[in-house]
């Protein structure tokens, strides 16, 4: 799978020991790979590096990639094949050989087959350290080679050699049977991580300018929600695969695809700025790539561009909804107060995620004034988010949790009416 950048990159690599060699430059887009885990999951990187240094770093994202598979899908034994992460990037690189012969093992038992490669490097290089130093000096061979003895290692787990029986079943996918033994089969954070930035880097950040033309003080300001306050948020509402996940103003899909794949669960969400809806279609699709590229899977994600007062979609799902996220920071009173009436389609115990509360006091007293509020359905918890939790404001705040808790309200709504019949009762005496 090639991916095309649409970033302003320039050649940053160079040959060392030709100075006449132009295959470096910016005209020849000088590439690697990069072999996923997956069976036929390949990916380009160009060995280019951004003009600014906030845009997109293909080398780094490559970097950032290989790592992440190294830690989280080779055995102590495996790694050993690669060498060792570099901790100190300003140390030269260490040449001494991985401590395991260079017939290393597939798997953690000494009676596992052994990875058989036609041409490693006979010097047993750390590979690992030989990149970092690369990257360093801007050496492009040393780049380039290195990566091709690292790709050939990741080649050789993810296709090992045949059995001489031509019955026997063929030998696994050590990269994909590693998914098997991560504890309660939960994606690793940081495995789940890296999929999200890859996907990000890919499909919304080319469009960032684009995503930042909206009207201001409108209920239409674009705005995201972070990975990390994403998770916060599926803790603290126990979101699993078999819970229905509604975000209403989803923008580009991020909380929606993360979700999907961070629980499996089912995902709806509805957008009705022209430009996210569409940026988000295209996350879905780079998501559903990323996730057959790492091995995993995902909950079903559906999205609408729309309405959300007037979609008849989610009219039909609220009553089925688990949890419903609504990022009403910016949406203006109006609409607010029309999406509460709403929320009474909710079924018992759902609940609604909001960075603004839906009720006018927190944790009120219901009394006979405010019994038949709509809001009187709900039990609401405040609670912080973190420093970085969203794109806006570098500082933290409040989100909240609204509970339907039909039951309790039906008790309470009970006892006044009930108050009510006795003074009537007493009024006629």
């Not at 949890?323 to 709403?342: G, I, W």
Request: aromatic share 8%; glycine share 6%.
């Amino acid at each position: 799978m090639q991916i095309s950048f649409e970033f302003i990159l320039i050649a940053d690599f160079k040959n060392l020991d030709d100075s006449s060699d132009t295959s470096f430059e910016a005209e020849s887009y000088p590439a690697t790979e990069l072999e996923y885990p997956n069976a036929n999951a390949c990916e380009t990187y160009y060995i280019l590096a951004p003009k600014d240094p906030d845009h997109y770093n293909p080398i780094m994202c490559l970097e950032q990639s290989l790592y992440t598979i190294f830690e989280c899908y080779l055995t102590p034994t495996q790694q050993a094949l690669f060498g060792t992460l570099p901790t100190d990037f300003l140390q030269d690189v260490d040449n001494t050989p991985p401590s395991s012969p260079l017939t290393q093992l597939s798997g953690d038992s000494e009676q596992s087959s052994p990875v058989k490669l036609a041409s490693y490097d006979p010097r047993g290089m750390n590979h690992l350290r030989l990149l970092q130093r690369s990257i360093r000096r801007r050496d492009g061979p040393l780049f380039l080679s290195t990566m091709q003895n690292i790709n050939q290692l990741l080649r050789a787990l993810k296709y090992p050699s045949l059995p001489s029986d031509p019955f026997a079943p063929a030998p696994p996918n050590v990269l994909i049977e590693a998914i098997k033994g991560w504890p309660s089969n939960e994606i690793p954070n940081r495995v789940l991580m890296r999929i999200i930035d890859e996907t990000y880097q890919r499909s919304v950040g080319p469009h960032a300018l684009k995503l930042n033309r909206y009207e201001a003080f409108s209920s239409e300001v674009y705005g995201e929600l972070m990975p990390s306050f994403t998770s916060d948020i599926i803790a603290a509402t126990r979101l699993h695969k078999d819970s229905l996940f509604m975000d209403l103003g989803c923008g580009v899909g991020n909380v929606l695809v993360q979700a999907s794949l961070e629980t499996c669960c089912r995902s709806y969400g509805i957008e009705v700025m022209p430009t996210p809806a569409e940026v988000g279609r295209g996350q879905l699709r780079q998501m559903k790539k990323r996730c057959r590229m790492w091995g995993l899977s995902m909950g079903e994600v559906e999205l609408e561009e729309g309405d959300m007062l007037t979609s008849q979609r989610v009219t039909e799902l609220l009553p089925q909804a688990d949890v419903v996220l609504v990022n009403n920071k910016v949406f203006q009173q109006s609409l607010n107060e029309a999406l509460r009436p709403r929320f009474l389609d909710l079924k018992e115990g759902a609940i609604v995620v909001s960075l603004k509360p839906f009720v006018s006091s927190l944790n009120a007293r219901v009394t006979e004034r405010n019994v038949d509020d709509i809001s009187a359905i709900f039990d609401v918890f405040e609670r912080p988010y973190r420093s970085g939790s969203v794109s806006w404001g570098s500082g933290g705040g409040s989100y909240y949790l609204h509970r339907v808790d039909r039951e309790g309200y039906a008790v309470i709504k009970q006892q006044f009416e009930n108050q009510r019949a006795r003074s009537a009762r007493a009024s006629r005496r």
